[in-house]
């Protein structure tokens, strides 16, 4: 096979650094790893070949080919020694400045034919670009750590990029054993941007009142499949790392609604407590390990009331089907009788508007999440209203455990908690469609790689229904009469006609 790029140079030893100096000889490149710390450059080289004695060590690599991957690295002190490369790397510090300054060295280094990559994160490749004389062989290349697990990368076309050096360095990361997705030149490109919903919504949940960070993880994995909750991610990632990144979207894309960061995140970054590497975030940690707080258990009847269930239910068969199953009584009639539990299942509205437009008896209404299927999932979350008894809400509780399922009752909001985390993402990644920041298809492929979640956020929202999720969005907006819940255009056209968000325009 022919390596797409012969010679390539890295500039920055650091993890970035040494990860796309290891893939690149992996591919079969030569490579320059270049820092300008004394001796910084060397190690990384260093650790890079302890990384492939390890795998020779468990025999996924012979001999033969670790000695031929340590020949194909080398480390080097100056710019200077990329004057040959027919690409060159840069993975230093996030600051526009030195990456300014560090692409003007190497271009007057440099054949006219060399492309020039920025492994930037957050800033415009556009902006690093600008006092380029050669802009169009210069584009975005990010990657992420660690980079030889992390198997997406983006590429980023600037505004003067030749379309033809994106395809190369797309074909090359192939090479390394990546997926490439093309992205425009936009605030957090593709992972970042569409990776906003997910945290800064569920910060917007528990900054209500609703539930608690634990609660709000457990129904997060349990309901909708996510590996981690958001507040055990955020614990993994940082705080230094994560909240600034907020800032910087919300910021650069002129204080967009939908990208609003939280102070609950600005008041534990400045308090120091940043995650799992402090030892307290979201959780505590002792030896590693989050302390998190038992579920309480579910309550014990002997009699359960009768269940009335809402005509106006979502999913409501399938609810019915589920409290037959349960063993409940199901009372038939148009209204329910004076002790029966009431049962609802708004999409988007609160509990407390249902029961008030429909003429309910507050103090007997609770409201059931059924947005997903309830057989796919591992946890069902009720609510009641301000005014429900507690007796009713405890007997809704020991109903729906009464099969050994996991069961959360939160505080009354309108939607769900994972109504609106899902909702939400699906929004920001119609949007992107909208904009045409990228294609449907490459923004499934760098959210799901990128961001470790179950299914890309389109077939997440076809797997709840475009319908559905255009109706929770309606009426999260009437219920909290704020923009970050105005439908993306591209969700309102396909959840009008029903279409699939994966659908391919002609």
Not at 252 to 269: G, K, M, W
């Amino acid at each position: 096979m022919t390596v797409n790029f012969c010679k390539v140079g890295v500039v920055g030893a650091g993890a970035m650094g040494r990860g796309i100096a290891q893939i690149a000889a992996q591919a079969g490149s030569d490579v320059l790893l270049v820092d300008n710390q004394a001796g910084a450059a060397q190690r990384g080289v260093d650790a890079i070949v302890a990384q492939w004695t390890k795998l020779q060590e468990k025999g996924k690599l012979d001999a033969a080919t670790q000695a031929a991957l340590v020949a194909r690295l080398h480390a080097a002190d100056a710019v200077q020694a990329l004057a040959d490369c027919d690409l060159v790397v840069e993975a230093v510090i996030e600051n526009l400045e030195i990456k300014r300054k560090l692409f003007l060295e190497l271009e007057s280094v440099v054949p006219a034919s060399t492309v020039l990559a920025t492994n930037t994160s957050s800033l415009s490749v556009t902006a690093i670009a600008a006092g380029l004389k050669r802009p169009e062989q210069f584009a975005g290349y990010h990657f992420f750590n660690p980079v030889p697990l992390m198997k997406v990368v983006e590429v980023v076309a600037g505004f003067k990029t030749e379309r033809s050096v994106c395809d190369r360095l797309a074909a090359y990361a192939v090479q390394m054993g990546h997926s490439a997705v093309h992205t425009q030149d936009t605030p957090g490109f593709i992972v970042n941007h569409a990776g906003r919903g997910y945290g800064t919504e569920a910060l917007r949940i528990v900054s209500e009142g609703v539930a608690d960070f634990a609660t709000i993880d457990r129904i997060l994995k349990d309901q909708a499949g996510f590996r981690l909750g958001p507040f055990e991610l955020l614990d993994l990632t940082a705080l230094d790392v994560s909240h600034p990144v907020m800032e910087s979207i919300y910021r650069q894309y002129y204080d967009e609604p939908r990208f609003r960061p939280s102070v609950i995140t600005a008041q534990r970054l400045a308090a120091g407590a940043l995650g799992r590497k402090t030892g307290e975030g979201f959780y505590r940690y002792v030896d590693g390990a989050a302390q998190v707080p038992a579920e309480p258990p579910a309550p014990q009847f002997e009699t359960l009331p009768p269940v009335w269930v809402s005509p106006r239910a979502a999913r409501r068969p399938e609810l019915l089907r589920l409290v037959h199953a349960l063993g409940a009584r199901i009372e038939t009639g148009a209204s329910p009788s004076s002790n029966a539990l009431i049962l609802v299942a708004p999409l988007g509205f609160d509990i407390t508007t249902v029961a008030a437009v429909d003429r309910l008896d507050a103090t007997r209404t609770v409201g059931i999440d059924m947005l997903m299927d309830d057989a796919a999932t591992k946890r069902r979350v009720l609510a009641g209203t301000p005014a429900t008894r507690r007796d009713m809400r405890e007997a809704a509780h020991a109903l729906f455990a009464r099969d050994g399922k996991a069961v959360s009752v939160i505080r009354d909001s309108g939607g769900f908690v994972t109504q609106r985390v899902i909702a939400t993402i699906v929004n920001i990644a119609s949007d992107m469609c909208q904009q045409r920041i990228c294609s449907p298809a490459d923004l499934e492929t760098a959210v799901r790689l990128g961001l470790g979640y179950p299914q890309g956020p389109l077939a997440l929202g076809d797997l709840c229904g475009p319908t559905n999720m255009l109706e929770v969005l309606f009426n999260m907006q009437t219920v909290y009469g704020d923009p970050r819940y105005r439908p993306s255009p591209w969700l309102r056209r396909r959840g009008a006609l029903g279409l699939s968000l994966t659908h391919q325009e002609d």
